[in-house]
């Protein structure tokens, strides 16, 4: 399946920073799962140690072009970007625009609304459409859509400049080269969310886990580690109580033999005498 957006006379982009004094759109999140999910992805990113400080990995952010003339701004559900340029002590990054900042944008994910599925929208005018933006203005290799209500993960890679669906494994998950992990689909309970989440899993079909789960799992280590570390200490203290057993029993036949002896001197027995 190839989503391809309609063919016009190809649009004259610029990079350029976004303006100081650009309002950034303030809309509220179409729904709670949205923020969750998205927090989640970067959440098992960071507990397995996959985060660098050169990346940029953000949801709900600005990435900017400059199309004919025309200052553009598209905020992904989530997005990574291998490498970026550091931005100056104090300064916060408000936005991001590829090739003048840093390197181009390798991965964007959308979660689809129940509204209208501009997710999917090929509008090659201002203020263009969401796939015609990630697929012929800043060609991002791969584009990621997830919707939530049919539970649907698609997975679209860019050849040959347009986005190609790509099949999953006998799994049901999608290889990632850009972060060498597979992504799919897991349902279960996070911050009192049951849902269904997308998830990482490594090369070896190893899940990566969240920091809550990273810190149940060490919960309960520190607990087994606890309980052998009480029944070592029992069987150790049972040791001791047999070993003073058996001294004590040792005890008790010496003080027998030692009476025996006494009663058989007192008998004019020399117990001694062969």
Do not use: C
Not at 7 to 28: A, G, H, N, S, Y
Not at 71 to 96: E, H, M
Not at 167 to 174: A, D, H, I, V
Request: hydrophobic share 40%.
């Amino acid at each position: 399946m190839v989503l391809a957006a309609p063919q016009r006379q190809t649009p004259t982009v610029t990079w350029e920073k976004l303006p100081d004094d650009f309002i950034l759109p303030d809309d509220p999140v179409e729904n709670i799962q949205q923020p969750s999910l998205a927090a989640a992805l970067t959440d098992a990113l960071d507990a397995a140690n996959r985060i660098q400080p050169e990346m940029l990995i953000a949801s709900n952010f600005g990435l900017v072009a400059n199309i004919n003339q025309k200052t553009v701004v598209k905020a992904p559900d989530w997005l990574y970007v291998p490498r970026v340029l550091p931005v100056g002590t104090g300064v916060i990054r408000r936005s991001y625009t590829p090739n003048i900042e840093g390197e181009p944008v390798a991965v964007v994910m959308e979660f689809l609304s129940d509204s209208d599925n501009t997710e999917y929208s090929i509008r090659p005018t201002f203020p263009y459409g969401k796939l015609y933006f990630y697929e012929k203005i800043l060609q991002v290799p791969v584009y990621v859509i997830f919707n939530p209500y049919e539970v649907t993960l698609e997975v679209h890679r860019l050849e040959n400049g347009q986005y190609t669906l790509q099949t999953p494994s006998e799994s049901g998950r999608f290889w990632i080269p850009e972060l060498d992990l597979f992504l799919g689909i897991w349902q279960g309970n996070r911050l009192g969310l049951n849902i269904n989440w997308l998830r990482w899993w490594d090369a070896k079909d190893n899940l990566l886990l969240w920091s809550s789960e990273q810190a149940e799992e060490e919960r309960q280590r520190a607990e087994q580690e606890r309980q052998r570390a009480e029944q070592e200490h029992q069987r150790a203290e049972q040791e001791r109580q047999r070993a003073d057993d058996a001294i004590a029993q040792l005890e008790i036949e010496r003080q027998r033999q030692a009476a025996m002896v006494a009663k058989l001197r007192e008998l004019g027995i020399d117990p001694d005498a062969g």
